[in-house]
């Protein structure tokens, strides 16, 4: 109850990043619904059916993730002293994150639920009942037991990974050293990526000559574009810190300085949302040097918004908790002369740097990933 309370007297912008929650974990559950009723449609082919359910797991991990990111930002989670005043320790802390997370992503997973019946033409009497239903197996009955167990695994999955990243944990002994030299992450994704590329060059090796990017989706394929994609995240981290000593090196002015101490500050942070954005502008990129138009259809396209979307919702989220963070450093800034335009072009910095050490970095790999398969 005291969850529901908090999440009715919260202010509007955390509403909205709960509403952002509810509706990605909606069209995750729609993805699965789909899966679902594709298999009913085809009870005799299940290998395409039990592909499309694997792809629904990278649209469902973004989704984690952004309700992972959300928790931490939670006000909940911010009134630590009322809420220790009140009897809550760190576990009731994260209870209470985990709780609200359950009611978004649950809220999104009946959503779900009522888009698919009412497009399958189970639900009539609303506009455009039963317009998808041939894509819907709309002449079979859905199975309630994997119907149910669909919509409930973003949910259950949401509401772990909170309980986990929020649990108490020991303070540290000492803070970590600033570290030296090369950013911690930067050779294992270094050596992600080229392994990643070379495991796809010897899978596309056995292609047939003639085999387009279609017939080109082998196992060692795949396997390859899951290593660079891991190395791309592990690069967002490395890009982010390398972007920060870059900023704060050969003497930096005053702006050159704050933003890149910033990022310095924030690289543990911001890092793996940066290299998950990284690796979804690949993804995105790569798809679309190989097919195209061609698989532009409705789930790819739902599939392919949920994945951006929670991708830079987890940017913004995770930035504004570290500008709230800095709040009280801000006020003592201006209070010092700093003006607002010295502030933003900071903040200008802090975006631009890092992108523009990851651009040509994405831009490369999506040239040479599609190299063994069109060349």
């Known amino acids: 109850m005291l969850a529901l309370r908090l999440i009715r007297g919260t202010r509007p912008t955390a509403q909205l990043r709960r509403l952002l929650v509810a509706l990605a974990a909606g069209g995750v559950g729609f993805l699965l619904l789909g899966a679902l009723g594709y298999a009913l449609d085809h009870p005799g082919d299940p290998g395409p059916a039990l592909v499309r359910l694997l792809w629904c797991l990278i649209p469902l991990a973004a989704v984690v993730q952004l309700a992972v990111a959300v928790a931490r930002r939670d006000p909940g989670a911010e009134q630590r002293t009322g809420l220790d005043a009140a009897g809550l320790g760190p576990t009731g802390l994260a209870r209470l994150a985990a709780v609200s997370t359950a009611v978004s992503m649950l809220l999104g997973s009946a959503l779900a639920l009522l888009v698919f019946l009412h497009l399958r033409g189970d639900v009539a009497g609303l506009p455009f009942d039963g317009s998808a239903g041939?894509?819907?197996?709309?002449?079979?009955?859905?199975?309630?037991?994997?119907?149910?167990?669909?919509?409930?695994?973003?949910?259950?999955?949401?509401?772990?990974?909170?309980?986990?990243?929020?649990?108490?944990?020991?303070?540290?002994?000492?803070?970590?050293?600033e570290r030296r030299g090369i950013p911690v992450t930067l050779p294992w994704a270094a050596a992600l990526v080229a392994t990643g590329l070379t495991v796809e060059g010897y899978a596309a090796r056995d292609l047939p000559g003639g085999a387009g990017p279609a017939e080109g989706m082998a196992t060692g394929?795949?396997?390859g574009w899951l290593l660079i994609a891991a190395g791309l995240v592990l690069a967002g981290p490395a890009a982010t810190e390398l972007a920060g000593r870059l900023l704060t090196a050969w003497r930096p002015g005053a702006v050159r300085l704050l933003a890149g101490r910033v990022l310095l500050a924030d690289a543990g942070r911001l890092g793996g949302p940066v290299g998950v954005l990284t690796a979804v502008a690949w993804s995105a990129l790569t798809a679309a040097l190989l097919y195209g138009a061609e698989l532009l259809g409705p789930f790819t396209v739902l599939g392919a918004a949920v994945v951006v979307g929670c991708a830079v919702g987890t940017v913004w989220v995770t930035a504004g908790r570290?500008?709230?963070?800095r709040a009280t450093t801000s006020d003592g800034l201006r209070d010092l002369g700093a003006s607002v335009g010295l502030l933003r072009r900071a903040a200008a910095l802090r975006v631009a740097v890092p992108a523009l050490l990851l651009l040509p970095?994405?831009?490369?790999?999506?040239q040479l990933a599609t190299l063994p398969l069109t060349g």
Not at 142 to 162: E, F, G, K, Y
């Open 221 to 223: 394929v795949l396997a």
């Open 361 to 366: 970095v994405v831009l490369a790999v999506a």
């Open 134 to 177: 041939d894509g819907l197996a709309a002449r079979r009955g859905l199975p309630v037991p994997a119907t149910l167990t669909l919509l409930l695994l973003p949910p259950t999955a949401a509401v772990v990974a909170t309980a986990r990243a929020l649990r108490p944990r020991p303070p540290a002994a000492r803070p970590e050293a």
């Open 322 to 325: 570290g500008r709230e963070e």
